[in-house]
């Protein structure tokens, strides 16, 4: 008893020291510079009366970079309160957990968009993406400008249905309509070498992706997205409402041709091989 | 010897706990770098390497026998260096110039590469140019 108990104290240390490792250098600093920024006034409309979600969007409460930088307010680094808004975690099917589970550190690593280069696709640009994104939004179309790896997307917005036969896409095909102030895209036909999040969440050939993004105020875009895969989850899995934040600054260029990084864990990936003997 | 077995049992429980928890980390550090293994380098800055995905720069290093050792760092995604205003010209008017740095291994063996964290060039002041944890 004595043993579990000790054992139990030294879990709930080295998580503790593990979440206070992870948090971010700013959360750690008593003096904030950077915080959230204010809604700002109401959000502009289009010609034909719907929210007009143009600007450049960073995903966080700040308005501006937060990462690198120093006396940023915890908040301001937060696209959401998961005290407000908890996120439950994915409901895998029994075989999908035990594939992720399967994968070691490196491969894990190596599959990610962050490390090899391939495009992130929908919905992981929108739930895992550090860098800013431009929206176009004129009446019947959305266009997405992502910084990271130079990726875009054109999105229809007059209600029209998916084609009879769409392709594999890393975004998909997405199809939008307005309901009320909010624009929701329907996407279907996703390329199967995508992952939903950089944790190993891959989906099947059924993943069906509702996104809806609503501009509550000048300062703020709200994406919400619900993925479906019944071959791959038990349910259904819903996004927290994220925050984006309008920022003045502007989209950068990111053509990947400099990626050491894979190099470097593909060498790991081999030694890990030889180490087992394989 | 038994408090070690405890805590080397913890920290593999915390290990398996952990990915049940989903992670929207960007990429893991330390799926490439050793965060065991960290050191300060001073020495002098040499040249840059400023592509996507990441920057690199390059400084030599003298060992404690005097040999100077030219060593790579690797750096943030340059679009978050620019956001928190470290620009590339920052480094070009560094070249030549004493640089100290933090930074760990990289987990493969490679010598003489790393992961860089803080920096200061000459002025002094402390600068975050790459992450040294997840």
């Known amino acids: 008893m004595k043993v579990h108990l000790r054992y ?26 950077i915080k959230v920024m204010p809604p700002g006034g109401p959000a502009p409309r289009m010609a034909d009366g719907h929210p007009d979600l143009s600007g450049l969007w960073l995903p966080n409460s700040a308005g501006q970079g937060v990462s690198g930088r120093f006396g940023v307010d915890p908040l301001a680094r937060r696209q959401f309160d998961p005290k407000v808004t908890p996120e439950e975690p994915p409901s895998f ?13 490196t491969e894990l690593e190596l599959s990610k968009s962050s490390v090899n280069c391939m495009p992130r696709g929908v ?64 996407g279907i036909s996703f390329d199967e070498r ?45 996004s927290a409402p994220r925050r984006w934040t309008l920022t003045n600054d502007h989209i950068n260029e990111f053509y990947c041709t400099n990626n050491h ?9 081999t030694q890990e091989l030889e180490s087992k003997g394989k | ?18 990915p049940a928890v989903p992670s929207f980390a960007h990429h893991s550090f330390a799926a490439e770098f050793d965060a065991t293994n960290c050191r300060d380098f001073t020495g002098t800055l040499t040249k840059i390497d400023w592509q996507n995905p990441h920057g690199y720069f390059y400084m ?52 003489n590469y790393a992961a860089s964290g803080t920096l200061k060039f000459s ?12």
């Open chain 2, 123 to 134: 002025d002094g002041i402390l600068r975050q140019v790459g992450q040294l944890q997840d």
């Open chain 2, 1 to 18: 010897m038994k408090i070690a077995r405890i805590l080397g049992a913890a920290v593999i429980t915390a290990g398996l706990l952990l």
């Open chain 1, 93 to 105: 099917q029994p075989w999908a957990l035990a594939k992720i589970k399967a994968m070691t550190p």
């Open chain 1, 194 to 238: 995508t992952y939903i999040t950089p944790n190993g969440w891959f989906h099947s050939d059924a993943l069906h992706v509702v996104e809806r993004y609503t501009r509550p105020s000048m300062n703020y875009l709200i994406v919400e997205i619900t993925v479906e895969d019944p071959k791959v989850l038990t349910k259904p899995w819903k």
């Open chain 1, 123 to 186: 919905p992981a640009i929108w739930l895992q993406n550090p860098y800013s994104t431009q929206l176009v939004s004129t009446p019947g179309q959305l266009v997405q400008l992502f910084e990271v790896l130079n990726n875009f997307r054109v999105i229809p917005t007059d209600g029209r249905p998916h084609t009879r036969y769409p392709e594999p896409l890393f975004q998909g095909e997405g199809v939008g309509r307005w309901e009320g102030d909010t624009l929701v895209v329907d």
């Open chain 1, 8 to 33: 139990g104290f030294a879990c709930l240390a080295v998580l503790t020291l593990l979440y206070v490792l992870s948090l971010p250098a700013g959360a750690q600093n008593s003096e904030s510079t």
């Open chain 1, 261 to 269: 990084e894979l190099d470097e864990l593909q060498k790991l990936r």
């Open chain 2, 60 to 111: 030599d290093v003298k060992d404690a026998n005097g040999k100077v050792e030219s060593w790579s760092f690797q750096t943030y995604a340059l679009i978050t260096l620019k956001r928190a205003g470290i620009e590339r010209q920052l480094f070009i008017d560094n070249i030549g110039k004493e640089v100290w740095v933090r930074g760990c291994l990289a987990r493969n063996g490679r010598q």
